[in-house]
């Protein structure tokens, strides 16, 4: 049985990041950036929630449009957050 990475995420772009990337334009390396800001997840109701949510946006873009991010932390042992 394959072992699960110790750290998993989802990110959800609205219809307004995505335009806001295209906008932007991809960098100087042709990939289109965001930023990723995570915080602990204290309304935490069961394991299968995440540990860590946030918000997602376009690198540089700092009034502009937010999607969302959920982190999980793998480790079954202690499932402690960093």
Do not use: H
């Amino acid at each position: 049985m394959a072992t699960r990475p110790p750290i998993t995420a989802a990110i959800d772009l609205t219809p307004e990041v995505l335009n806001a990337l295209k906008k932007a334009g991809p960098n100087e390396r042709g990939n289109y950036s965001l930023d990723m800001a995570v915080w602990v997840n204290d309304k935490r109701t069961s394991d299968k929630a995440p540990n860590l949510t946030g918000s997602v946006k376009v690198k540089g873009d700092k009034d502009g449009p937010k999607g969302y991010a959920s982190v999980w932390q793998n480790d079954v042992e202690t499932n402690d957050v960093f």
